[in-house]
């Protein structure tokens, strides 16, 4: 289904959508991040790219899994806590991190089948934004098999035309979300879907930044476990883990038990996102640590995204959506150690 949309009829949509929890960016301060929208009007599409991801929406920061308490008389009681979620769409969502959750689908839906993940994801319905202009100078989606305009993971996709929004509805969740204001969308003009093809292919013009013959790299990779040029790359790793917190793919967790009360005791147990660049990520009971230093967390979370995870899905574990990069305290660019990767003689 095919569409357009008037900017100043983009309200009347999205107040049309009542029965849904709507988010979208919201501007705070020099940043831009998802939050719950409670009027209609307060949507706004004019932005560059969110600090973290759809990504924590899906798969939140911290989810409780069960809650336990226990007593003299009854002894422990288990109480498991399932999202019991209000169906949502996510305005705005760049093809990037569209991208990204399907990376994540293949994770805790086709091996896992994680229901905290699913039903969260299955409940949710994404409107993307196709990007007319590279949202940062550090995107780099096309050497990773994206694009501006990647339809992946969407259900529908907006393209920017100047007062109004050429409007492709690409899965039958779309479908409904327009079907609800029917009266708000117009048909196609005869120049608008080539318009927004020329914009669309415009932009890939745009991008600075690449990945040169990636296709060379995971081969390359398996040579390199062992190579002195990971602690190269890694000596100004300061371990913060920005650049794992801000990726709309990473995934790695913790679960741990948080007791409120010893007596009676009562707790909850809770996944948090964990960090593959913490020293004690793989800290071991026995007090041994596989990865003991930058340089082997650094190495880990390369080869994670371009050759263990290109091996298993046959996906690069990347979207190109360059926040490791552009957020990077000490300036450690994911785009440039890859490209070193190929020429780099040990």
């Not at 920017?160 to 492709?168: I, M, Q």
């Not at 009266?183 to 120049?191: D, M, N, R, S």
């Not at 296709?215 to 790793?237: A, I, Q, R, Y």
Request: overall charge neutral.
């Amino acid at each position: 289904m095919e569409k357009t949309l008037l900017k100043r009829s983009f309200p009347q949509w999205v107040k049309k959508l009542s029965s849904y929890k709507i988010l979208a960016p919201v501007r705070d301060g020099d940043f831009w991040n998802y939050e719950v929208i409670d009027d209609s009007n307060s949507v706004d599409l004019n932005y560059l790219n969110t600090v973290l991801s759809p990504k924590k929406i899906i798969f939140p920061q911290r989810e409780v899994f069960l809650e336990f308490s226990s007593s003299n008389e009854e002894g422990l009681e288990i109480k498991e806590v399932l999202p019991d979620e209000k169906s949502s769409v996510i305005f705005g969502v760049r093809p990037c991190d569209a991208k990204a959750l399907t990376l994540m689908d293949k994770v805790f839906g086709d091996d896992l089948e994680d229901p905290y993940f699913l039903e969260r994801r299955n409940s949710t319905i994404l409107v993307g934004l196709a990007c007319n202009t590279p949202p940062s100078p550090n995107c780099f989606c096309l050497s990773v098999g994206g694009s501006t305009h990647s339809k992946e993971g969407l259900d529908i996709l907006l393209t920017d035309l100047g007062d109004k929004y050429f409007v492709e509805s690409l899965t039958k969740k779309g479908d409904e979300l327009i079907k609800l204001a029917k009266g708000t969308f117009q048909e196609p003009k005869p120049k608008d879907k080539p318009d927004a093809k020329k914009i669309q292919t415009d932009s890939e013009k745009k991008l600075k930044r690449q990945i040169k013959e990636i296709k060379k790299v995971t081969s390359e990779l398996k040579e390199m476990f062992d190579s002195p040029f990971w602690d190269e790359e890694s000596m100004g790793c300061i371990s913060c883990g920005i650049c794992t917190y801000l990726c709309p793919t990473c995934h790695c967790f913790d679960i741990n038990d948080e007791v409120t009360s010893s007596s009676p005791l009562k707790g909850k147990r809770v996944r948090n996102w964990d960090n593959c660049q913490f020293p004690d990520f793989t800290m071991h009971s026995s007090g041994h640590n596989p990865r003991p230093d930058k340089a082997s967390r650094l190495r880990q979370r390369i080869l994670h995204k371009f050759q263990y995870f290109v091996e298993k899905y046959q996906s690069y574990q990347c979207t190109g959506c360059g926040r490791c990069v552009s957020k990077c305290p000490v300036g450690i660019d994911i785009i440039e150690v890859v490209n070193k990767v190929k020429d780099y003689e040990s």
